[in-house]
């Protein structure tokens, strides 16, 4: 079984940067894609960015330029380094995982908010 835990999450201006972690209890974090997932109000959760097990990213194009996502398989931790925040940016941002076997993330952590004011 695998279990997620998100942090860093918080109340930040326009123009701030967070960053977030996920830390992966449970079996061998290097044989897992990561990634981050958003939803924000009245909207569909939309993937944020994903990291391979060998550390090859692909984001938002919203995104782009603004976030980064890294992997310390030495300490099963995904961060999520956001930079420039927007206004649109705010939501519940969840950890997920997923086997490599498996097409579809099925693994989530509990969210953790993000509201960026103008």
């Known amino acids: 079984q695998v279990e997620l835990a998100e942090s860093g999450g918080g109340l930040v201006q326009a123009g701030d940067s967070l960053r977030l972690s996920c830390a992966f209890l449970?079996?061998?974090?290097?044989?897992?894609?990561m990634g981050w997932f958003r939803q924000a109000p009245g909207q569909e959760r939309e993937l944020v960015a994903q990291i391979t097990s060998g550390g090859s990213t692909s984001y938002l194009d919203s995104v782009k330029g603004r976030f980064t996502l890294s992997r310390d398989n030495a300490k099963n931790t995904v961060y999520l380094q956001m930079n420039n925040l927007r206004p649109e940016d705010t939501g519940i941002y969840y950890c997920a995982a997923k086997d490599i076997r498996t097409p579809d993330f099925n693994y989530w952590g509990q969210g953790t908010q993000v509201t960026v004011s103008s």
């Open positions: 449970g079996r061998t974090f290097s044989l897992y894609v």
